[in-house]
């Protein structure tokens, strides 16, 4: 195996390994084939290669002649940053299953956010119970009309505004009851 076909194979790896989440720190130096050793050749800087599993991995496909493949944006955007606060519903009312109601919210994110109905499971713990509300909006003042599912009557559901798909930012309405 020639050396060039040696070198691309294990960059080929490397980038396999990072398609798979992991981070990559490639090292390469020249191997210097007539004293059976490897490391740097004398006078020659070696080089090294760390950072975000997807540079890595354009660096690699880059080496190998192929074209580098185009950053998804959601891939190295950072998390949002900000604060969520929700404003409605006011604590204390009841609700009807399968009813209608107002939620809003301030928002400081910048990003759209998914409203969700959540219910306290006991021992601080809570579950979501449903979607009742997407993408809505990336205002600084947010508000969606939610219809709740059928779901059994009780005192302990409660919503969950959080920030569109990885739900990074996110805060909660005080409890209410929801009634048949």
Known sequence: MSRAT??????AVAV???AVGCMLVISL?????????SGPAAGRAMAATAGHAGSAARAATSALGAPAA??????FASPPTGRIVVTAPEPGVDYKANGSFVVTWNNSTGEEV???LRT???HGESERVALVATKAGAGRAGEALVTLPRVPPGKRYFL???TAGDGSVRAFSRTFAITN
């Open 120 to 122: 306290a499971t006991g």
């Open 16 to 18: 396999a390994t990072t």
């Open 114 to 116: 998914d409203v969700w």
């Open 160 to 162: 969950e505004v959080a």
């Open 70 to 75: 185009s950053a998804d944006p959601e891939e």
């Open 29 to 37: 130096a020249p191997s210097r084939p007539d004293t059976g050793k």
């Open 6 to 11: 040696s070198m691309a194979t294990n960059l």
